[in-house]
């Protein structure tokens, strides 16, 4: 590796990012044609459907939001919906803190621009490409712009033709996300010391998961992984 | 009724709502930035944050494989051997995945 560069961005940068977001592809794609599908089951219009993915855009949050839509809003079903799209949203915080440093000399615009594309995947691979000692924020957001995009135009087909998607369980494809994440973990792995924060995240995680409902047992864990990350000399 | 209630209570409501998720999500995305701007980040942070993806990942997959039986835990197995031997993140994928379909034909 090309000793430590200085944060920068450049086109050639976006281009990269675009091309090491190929591997996130078949989970967005399964996870949006689920989302079209069902908001389409769930009687939202095509524009409902569209506006959740396109600024919303985080898959649990939106599929957590349909099961509790309206037809008729109050006032205490919106501040419903906000609530618990906070609460499933809330491990985000983590992955922003981790950026920070690499952003931090950024144009505000396009780190807002940046954050609002912000998915556990595209950060992830931006991840694995700063800690191989790449420091082009163009990749960042490369991956981040390409995955909207697949995110949204796979929910539209994912609204007209959800049905004649054949049955993911088939080919593994429901597990997509999972698999394609312990992937991810393999250029982390730093030897053994340095994950066992991770062991800490697992059992904390599993635990919670069998104790509460919902989605807590992630930030649980992960909270549980960066306290014993530092904790441990 | 009065004038907002029913502005929520018509079709402007579904645009509340996605304006609201999208509010608070949105929050969530900046929050960290803005947060670790404000703190000095010493040592301990510094740890603490280098072990926040590995962790999120396990504290992800974790339950959700574990649920899913040793059909996924044997796939998962398959797609970290196969990364750690090719190093190319679709090559992992690809058997992770279609490890996962095999057994599940003969299962």
Redesign the interface.
Known sequence: MSPVLRPHFSAQGLRQGARAA??AF?GFIMFALAFGTAAAQKG??LG?TL??SA????GA?QMV?LEI??Q????T???T???V??VV?????????????W??HEPLPR??LN??L?T?AGW?IG?RYHNEGGRDVGVLLGCALILWLVWLATTFVGFFAGALVPEP?????D??M????????????KGAK??L??????V???IV?ALVPGYL??????L???????L?E | MNA??SF??SPW?????????????????????V???RVR?TP??E????????????????????D?GWP?MI??AA??IA??VA?I??V??VT??????VI??FG
């Open positions: 190929l591997p078949p939202l219009s409902e506006g959740l600024f919303v855009y985080a949050s939001g839509w309206q008729v809003w109050t006032p079903t919106i501040l919906i906000m609530t799209t906070a949203n809330a491990r985000m915080i983590m992955l922003g803190a981790t950026l920070q440093p952003l931090k780190t807002a954050l609002f912000l556990e992830l991840t369980k088939r080919f593994g494809l597990l997509v999972p698999i394609f994440f312990g992937v991810m973990l393999v250029p982390l792995w340095p994950a924060p991770w062991l800490a995240a697992g904390v995680s599993l998961h047992f992630i930030i649980a864990g992960a549980a992984g960066v306290v014993a990350g530092m441990i | 907002f209630g929520i209570a409501g579904s645009v509340l709502a996605i304006a609201g998720m999208t509010l608070v999500t949105f929050l969530c995305r900046i929050a960290g930035v947060v670790m701007s980040i301990r942070i740890r603490g944050l280098r072990a926040l993806p590995g962790s999120i990942i396990l504290a992800t997959i974790l339950p959700v494989v574990i899913n996924a796939a998962l797609a970290i990364m750690a190093r993140d679709i992992g994928l992770g995945l279609g490890t996962l379909a599940r034909a």
